[in-house]
């Protein structure tokens, strides 16, 4: 019942593909909104990002995820809602956060993508530790939107 | 009375990832004893979460629990 | 230096796929915001909408987008802003328009592509007309978000 | 004095895809040509470009402008 959002490595952009093409066989949907989190090469003193591992609380992070799509399906007149999200090591330039909601009209949709990638941001069990190019490494931590 | 308990992120380097409490009954005791034991985790901020669950305010700890110490998430 | 944003017919996975690989180079990025236009197929009296033909005024779309991502890129912190929108026909359930802005913070990214396609919707010269099932068609109005 | 006209969409329907007036020189001239031409034109929601800008109030046509007749955009 409760869904894996998680997805070893990067996300690659012929999966978001795929996601995209299943949906055409729903067609009540008019709108789709998607939110990718690209790692960004942050300069961080004189070193540089080079990649992000993610670890999580497993379980919580299933029963949390639940409970934010309840509260979105319940707000929004959704079609559909999936979230993945990386876990291990994503380089710069790759994608760590794919969120897709779609709606029969855009407001919905839009809504629901953004207030899932703040609820991500704030109450998943996830931890970015952010790996640098001159081998060390530290706790990323979350800025404000 | 036996405690789980799993620690994650940074709380992780101070505690280990997994450890394990056989006194505390409350999650107030179960603070005190684990910063009896890492004095270190008294500066750092984390939270609590009880069987998956985020406490707000301390509670009784039923027996087998599983405690996670929670440091400010940083996904996405 | 005034780029042309049209495609014909629907716009398929693999393009928007391509199009998000092409960004991975660009690691000050950290946040993708996508929105896709799918067609959706409306019950009007008792038939449905099997496809809409678009037409455009090529000239005053390319100006008019022109003048929206100016404003869009001295408004917002931007790394790109990309446009497509279908010419011909699109069947129910295929994409019609992507828009894609990026930047290093999501609220840029977000607020922007919103942006984009309310301008869209409101200001580019773009035609739909809905052809359906029973092989009628009608001239499409666009309903407010 | 010659003025080039395009039409899309509903309007389209009317008046042909593109025309020729010899005439006005002004949006306003224009549109009283066009509303005697076409009467249905009276009942119908459109707004005008001169040379791919839309005008709000009526202005001097240019020799060799090219009117639009845009109906309400229904793209995306």
């Known amino acids: 019942m409760k869904k894996n959002i998680f997805v070893q490595g990067p996300i690659d952009a ?86 897709f909601a779609s709606a029969p009209h855009r407001q ?35 800025q404000p939107a | 009375m036996a405690i789980e308990i799993v620690a994650f992120g940074k709380i992780s380097e101070v505690t280990g990832t997994g450890l394990q409490a056989e006194g505390p009954d409350t999650t107030e005791a179960l603070q005190q004893w684990l910063h009896n034991r890492y004095p270190a985790l008294q500066q750092m901020r984390y939270c609590i979460a009880v069987n998956q669950q985020i406490v707000n305010s301390h509670i009784p700890l039923p027996d087998g629990a599983q405690v996670a110490l929670l440091p400010p998430f940083s996904g996405g």
């Open chain 1, 108 to 142: 919905a949709a839009t809504d629901a993508c953004g207030e899932m990638v703040e609820e991500i941001k704030n109450t998943l069990p996830v931890w970015g530790r952010e790996i640098f190019c001159n081998g060390e490494s530290q706790w990323k931590v979350n």
């Open chain 1, 14 to 99: 012929a999966f978001i593909a795929r996601s995209i093409e299943q949906h055409s066989s729903k067609t009540g949907i008019g709108a789709h909104n998607i939110f990718l989190g690209q790692v960004r090469a942050d300069q961080v003193g004189d070193t540089t990002v080079s990649a992000i591992e993610y670890t999580t609380y497993e379980e919580m992070a299933y029963s949390r995820m639940h409970a934010i799509r309840e509260q979105l399906f319940e707000k929004h007149n959704l079609t559909c809602l999936h979230v993945y999200h990386s876990l291990g090591k994503v380089a710069a330039g790759e994608i760590c956060l794919f969120v």
